[in-house]
């Protein structure tokens, strides 16, 4: 059982950016309970759901995926696949989670989750009920608090910064309405446990309050056994998501597929000349084998193709379950141009071995870390999705910049710019551990980036 931390109290109080600088000081895990709430209340808004109907809002639960992931010791809160860390910090997601997670099958559906980390870890967590409902055994008890008009101002700031449109007003009432909320509701009301440590942070900054609160833990918890100080608590190893499996290569594909493959390549690059004015660059950079990765931005439903047209080997790309479940016809024709299908927010590891097994028959894969097309032509910040399956296999990947301006229709001028391949080992990504994936998923975005932008 790890060392518990429950620090509470009411909405803009500054929980979880004092409980993160804590939890880095101290070298604990951070949870965001809060966040969770909000990744709750953030699908419920966006699926369109009545948040007064009780029955329609734990009919949903069922389709939502939450987890925590931590790059580099920065939480990322991701919804069915969609990381929503930046989407959940709205006054309307704040409403919103207000609403639902008074709501106790709600709260039954995350508190198995929070009780877990708990006693896998020494953690600090946040919320509005943790030392009174999640951990009411925690070892330590905080109450952090300030005036609503200072929490307001807070938030009013931090709310520009992001271009939120707010007023400071708006944010003052939806503060008073959110603590009216929480601390009437019928299930864990927000309320101080009886050994928990007040500390209001009206008249502190930020440094003063994270200051006040590890005093508060050091006091409370004094020396460890061992009388190792808790602030000089030693690094843990880096966390290896998944066991490296380097790709063998040693199945090829049939030749005559590779020949027929080769025919209808330069059938289709005459079709494509004609329709598009397109052109591709840096094709010297192109592997001549197969069991690559190709990593590119997402522009169009034709982007596999543009990838496809100057492989020798037929690539393979993963598309959304939903695409194979419709038209017989064209789960046919997808199927036949590698697509296979992947779960948005399942989390299982099932598309990761499929990606492997492709990767070892021979096939490329292509990959867009974005995760859904850009409208705009801007690439996006980009998923760990590619680094992980790089890491894994220890294969090269090859970055991607397909570019054109608009809608993509007839004469429309394409360019499709291959980089130098980027070989997971040589950037110091030769395990699975966050700091090694988040190193090769920035190598990747960036060199993608600077493609698009020739």
Not at 28 to 57: F, P, Q, W
Not at 344 to 366: C, F, H, P, Q, Y
Request: charged share 30%.
């Amino acid at each position: 059982m790890g060392i518990n931390v429950a620090l509470d109290g009411p909405s803009g109080a500054g929980k979880s950016t004092i409980a993160k600088a804590v939890a880095a000081k101290m070298k604990y895990v951070y949870v965001d309970t809060g966040a969770m709430y909000r990744a709750v209340a953030c699908y419920m808004v966006t699926s369109g759901t009545d948040l007064d109907n009780k029955d329609e809002i734990i009919a949903k639960l069922k389709d939502i995926s939450i987890k925590l992931e931590y790059m580099d010791g920065v939480q990322h809160v991701i919804l069915n696949g969609e990381d929503v860390s930046e989407k959940i910090r709205t006054p309307e997601i704040s409403m919103a989670a207000s609403k639902t997670s008074a709501i106790p099958e709600v709260r039954t559906f995350l508190f198995d989750l929070q009780q877990t980390m708990a006693k896998e870890n020494d953690i600090i967590m946040d919320g509005r009920d943790i030392g009174t409902v999640v951990l009411p055994n925690a070892d330590v008890k905080v109450f952090l608090t300030a005036s609503a008009e200072e929490r307001a101002k807070r938030r009013f700031k931090e709310l520009q910064e992001k271009g939120d449109p707010s007023t400071y007003e708006e944010v003052l009432r939806d503060i008073e309405q959110r603590d009216y909320n929480d601390t009437h509701r019928e299930t864990a009301p927000l309320k101080k446990a009886d050994d928990a440590v007040e500390v209001d942070t009206t008249k502190l900054d930020l440094q003063q309050s994270i200051d006040e609160i590890c005093r508060v833990i050091t006091e409370k918890l004094g020396e460890k056994k061992n009388n190792e100080p808790v602030t000089e608590k030693k690094e843990r190893a880096p966390r290896v998501i998944m066991e490296v499996r380097p790709i063998s290569r040693t199945k090829h594909l049939n030749p005559l597929k590779i020949v027929l493959y080769g025919l209808m390549r330069w059938i289709v690059i005459g079709l494509y000349h004609i329709y598009y004015d397109i052109r591709w660059e840096g094709t010297e950079n192109v592997p001549k084998d197969g069991g690559n990765i190709f990593a590119s931005n997402h522009r169009s439903y034709q982007d596999p193709v543009f990838i496809a047209l100057h492989t020798r080997v037929p690539l393979s790309y993963m598309a959304k379950e939903e695409l194979f479940n419709g038209n017989k016809a064209f789960k046919t024709l997808i199927t036949t141009m590698g697509a296979f299908p992947v779960s948005r927010g399942k989390g299982d590891t099932a598309v990761i071995d499929t990606s492997i097994e492709k990767l070892e028959m021979g096939r490329n894969l292509a990959i867009f870390p974005e995760g859904t097309r850009s409208l705009d032509g801007k690439v996006g910040k980009g998923k760990t999705g590619v680094a992980l399956i790089a890491a894994v296999a220890q294969t090269k990947i090859i970055p991607v910049g397909i570019t054109f301006e608009g809608k993509l229709k007839f004469r429309k001028k394409v360019i499709v710019r291959y980089g130098k391949p980027i070989i997971p080992s040589e950037i110091g990504a030769s395990n699975t551990d966050s700091k090694s994936l988040k190193v090769l998923k920035n190598k990747v975005m960036e060199e993608i980036t600077s493609l698009v932008h020739e």
